[in-house]
């Protein structure tokens, strides 16, 4: 079976441009994560999509990060306008449908974001 | 803020047993202990996870404590691969809640 994909897998950009990350999550995968993780510390979610609607978005800074999930399936992260402190790996997870006994995060390789 | 304390690295020799430990003291009964791994430039991954009783799989064996506040990752056979930074997270089960990671305990796996 096929994993998460991102891309691109490393970004380089100035502080006030824009920036837009890709995921395509595992086939048939229903929720879809993003995750920023700063060098150093754990990831923190950003975004958490339950087919293509919002469940949580209460860690992303939305005046900056958007994102979206168009038909259910891919998503799009985008920052406008970066700053310094964007700097990071996103990444992207899926797991299947909810009501399992758990639910297995799977995790894509990540975008290493930085910006100068 | 992540719900765990680990120590912050360790290290482990080549073919021996690692036994990584995780305290957990404000765990609910409805929640179950997770452990994710990332190795160096990869996104982080499933090893097994656990409610009350021990468990193993073809990766690692986790082993919980009876009341439930601290429990250990067992890497059986360590091998060079198996350097990692290992998460232990706590969770409710069968939700699509969020994973908050804190910031792991760095293996080192040494020949």
């Known amino acids: 079976e096929a994993g998460v994909a991102q891309s691109p897998r490393y970004k380089i950009i100035e502080k006030r441009q824009s920036v837009a990350f890709w995921c395509n999550p595992i086939s048939g995968h229903a929720t879809l994560y993003w995750y920023q993780q700063i060098l150093g510390q754990g990831p923190k979610l950003l975004i958490q999509f339950q087919n293509n609607g919002v469940v949580d978005d209460s860690q992303l800074p939305k005046d900056r990060f958007s994102a979206e999930r168009l038909k259910g399936v891919d998503s799009t992260l985008k920052i406008q306008p970066a700053k310094l402190e964007d700097s990071a790996v996103y990444l992207c997870a899926s797991s299947p449908r909810p009501g399992q006994a758990y639910n297995e995060q799977f995790f894509g390789p990540g975008t290493r974001l930085t910006v100068l | 803020d992540a719900k765990t304390t680990q120590p912050t690295s360790m290290d482990c020799a080549e073919g021996r047993a690692a036994n990584l430990p995780c305290n957990h003291s404000t765990i609910s009964g409805n929640e179950y202990v997770y452990w994710y791994r990332q190795i160096h430039s990869q996104g982080p991954q499933y090893i097994i996870h656990g409610l009350k009783n021990n468990e193993t799989n073809e990766m690692a064996s986790l082993i919980i404590t009876e009341d439930r506040k601290s429990s250990t990752l067992i890497l059986p056979h360590a091998t060079l691969r198996d350097t990692a930074v290992y998460y232990c997270?706590?969770?409710?089960?069968?939700?699509?809640?969020?994973?908050?990671f804190g910031k792991g305990t760095k293996l080192s796996v040494k020949p």
């Open positions: 997270i706590v969770r409710l089960g069968g939700s699509q809640g969020n994973l908050i």
